[in-house]
């Protein structure tokens, strides 16, 4: 059983910071992509950020040069960095990832259970 836990979400005022993790657990033989999407009230689910197993960044325009992904292979972790927080960053944030196990090839994507954010102004 693959389990991708999430930390991090809070209240936070607009211009602020917050640091999202979310850490992978399970007989995981390899991760693959790795990324953070988020789902604001009424909207779609969109993504956000994302990280390859090279290192390789996206970002949507939206977060660009305000957020930062990035990974920690020996912990099987991804963090997601929010600076410059605006009210319009307020939503469910969830963790994504291409996991392949032992036994099974190719991998599955695994997803968090999602953590609130919600910036105020």
């Known amino acids: 059983q693959v389990q991708l836990v999430e930390s991090g979400g809070g209240l936070v005022q607009a211009g602020g910071s917050l640091r999202l993790s979310c850490a992978a657990s399970g007989s995981i033989f390899s991760i693959n992509v790795m990324a953070w999407y988020r789902q604001a009230p009424g909207k779609q689910r969109e993504l956000a950020a994302q990280?390859?197993?090279?290192?390789?960044?996206y970002y949507a325009d939206s977060v660009k040069g305000r957020f930062t992904i990035s990974r920690d292979n020996a912990k099987n972790t991804v963090y997601l960095q929010m600076n410059s927080l605006k009210p319009e960053d307020t939503a469910v944030y969830y963790c994504s990832a291409y996991i392949s196990l032992v036994s099974t090839n190719p991998g599955s994507t695994y997803w968090g259970q999602g953590t609130q954010v919600t910036v105020s102004s």
């Open positions: 990280v390859s197993s090279g290192g390789s960044t």
